[in-house]
């Protein structure tokens, strides 16, 4: 499976939020991400990620382990396999334990949308990274890897509807965005 | 055309230089690329700040196109992160903060309240989750003995790690105050044994400077917040007449750029601690 995803700057918040609200109440929650890497940052050379989230909510506190794969498209699509971890701080010192150390750590702000459009399962998440300017909109669907073409159409459709012009699109990775404001 | 997250940043400088405040005020676009090439930042990265193809930056440059459009403006704006002066100039409106919907947009949709629990027992398990993991942490409390005095409290068994020291913090009210006697009345207790429960607890905080770095204060203020900081997490909670801290709901409040309830305590926690007689 592949998450089929784009992002953009949002140029309008207001009216991209009071659009997302329209199709289910929004649920703020926290992200804290830490990124590793080997000492030699062989995984970011080659455009894969891994990734510890603890995730604030609303109802839980939850963290999850991430792999991504490099990107299979100019969307900047990537293979990614999660799962759900007890115990955040065991994995810190699995990852250490391994030879991994952490890259960057940074908190995202963000608002989740789950709901249907085009027959597809869609996330939509507004995010507001604390070091950087501007509100970001995220829409995925995972898919497997022969419908992502299509899926990516309809994600794209998707935030036409809400105005988000394909202009203010970007395939530029937070982390490299903080790492370039610190 | 992908667009960057981040904008070119150009020094304040460039932008009161006269020949570029001049370029501003004519509108010419094409002349204020030139300059932001002159520091360094090439076409494309131009063209990707702003949101625009590159060969529309070119053509701009080279004054074969004209910016007429005022989101055109607004987006040139953004992209090189002109300051309000400068957007002035160019006819903008200072108000920097619309592509991020403002403070109150932020609070809104991103709220610093990220949780709300019944009781502190229902966040225990949590509050003792980031506590392990936390560098910083901060307790205001009337004499603390249910979060880190005794052996079973909340807090206690997070203090002492291996390899790292905790910087603890902890304000309890002082057995001598006028307010330590109106709380008591208001939970049906006697001063002394109150007092004694803050006594209990300094001589318990002693003990744990073998394991962390801790510091303890006595405060003199009527008791109303209840908070424990770890890092950049509060739980906030209150104390009122016939309500003891632990029995009333609690926040969990994180730290945003503009929220004010973490700011506001945070500073009021500093403030106490400095008008706090120092017992540990």
Redesign the interface.
């Known amino acids: 499976m592949v998450e089929a995803e784009l992002k ?4 309008e ?2 009216h991209v ?1 009071e659009q997302l609200e329209q199709y289910t109440a ?1 649920r ?3 992200y804290q991400d830490t990124y590793y890497d080997d000492p030699e940052g062989r995984l970011g050379r080659e455009d894969r990620e891994l990734r510890v989230r603890t995730v ?4 839980d ?1 939850r963290s999850v382990l991430t792999y991504k794969g490099a990107r299979i498209d100019e969307s900047g699509s990537k293979p990614e396999h999660e799962t759900r971890v007890d115990d ?2 065991a994995v810190h010192a699995l990852l250490l334990g391994l030879g991994y150390r952490p890259t960057i750590a940074f908190e995202k ?3 989740n949308y789950e709901f249907e459009a085009a027959g597809r399962k869609m996330l939509a998440t ?1 995010v ?1 990274v ?1 070091e ?5 909109i995220e829409l995925e669907t995972i898919v497997p890897e022969d419908e992502l073409k299509d899926a990516l159409r309809d994600v794209r459709q998707v935030l036409d509807g809400l105005g988000i012009e ?7 990775l ?1 982390t ?2 903080v790492a ?2 610190r | ?7 070119i940043a150009l020094p304040d400088w460039v932008w009161q230089k006269p020949e570029v405040r001049e370029a501003l005020r004519a509108r010419s676009m094409g002349a204020v690329f030139r300059i932001v090439q002159q520091h360094g930042h090439s076409q494309g990265r131009i063209a990707t700040a702003c ?2 193809a590159q060969g529309r930056v070119n053509e701009i440059i080279n004054g074969r196109r004209e910016v007429s459009q005022l989101d055109v403006f607004e987006r040139i704006a953004e992209g090189l ?1 002109m300051p309000d002066e400068a957007r002035h100039l160019v006819g903008l409106a200072s108000n920097r903060d619309r ?3 403002g403070q109150a ?2 609070l809104a ?3 610093e309240i ?3 629990y019944s009781s502190q027992a229902d966040a225990a398990s ?1 509050i003792q ?1 980031q506590a ?2 936390a560098v910083q942490l901060d307790v205001l409390a009337v004499r603390g003995l249910g979060l880190i005095g005794l052996n079973d409290s909340l807090l206690r068994g997070s203090v002492a790690r291996t390899g790292e020291r905790v910087r603890l913090r902890v304000l309890l009210l002082h057995p001598d105050s006028p307010a330590l006697a109106q709380r008591a009345g208001e939970i049906g207790e006697s001063p002394e044994s109150l007092a004694n429960g803050v006594k209990l607890s300094e001589a318990r905080l002693k003990e744990l400077s073998a394991v962390c770095d801790i510091e303890a204060y006595r405060y003199r203020l009527l008791p109303t917040w209840r908070i424990i900081r770890c890092d950049s ?1 509060m739980y906030v909670s209150a104390f009122d007449a016939n309500w003891e801290g632990h029995e009333s709901a609690t926040y ?1 409040v ?1 730290e ?2 503009h929220g004010p309830l973490y700011r506001g305590f945070r500073r009021m926690f500093e403030a106490m601690l400095d008008e706090g007689e120092r017992t540990v």
């Open positions: 953009a700057v949002v140029r918040p207001e939020l929004g703020p929650e926290v604030h909510g609303q109802d506190t955040p701080e702000r963000c608002r507004l507001r604390p950087l300017d501007g509100t970001f394909e202009r203010d699109f970007t395939t530029e937070y490299d965005a370039a404001r | 055309m992908p667009t960057a997250l981040v904008p949101g625009m992160a592509r991020r919907g947009f932020d949709a991103f709220p990220v949780r709300v949590e989750r392990r993991a997490t969990k994180m945003t750029p």
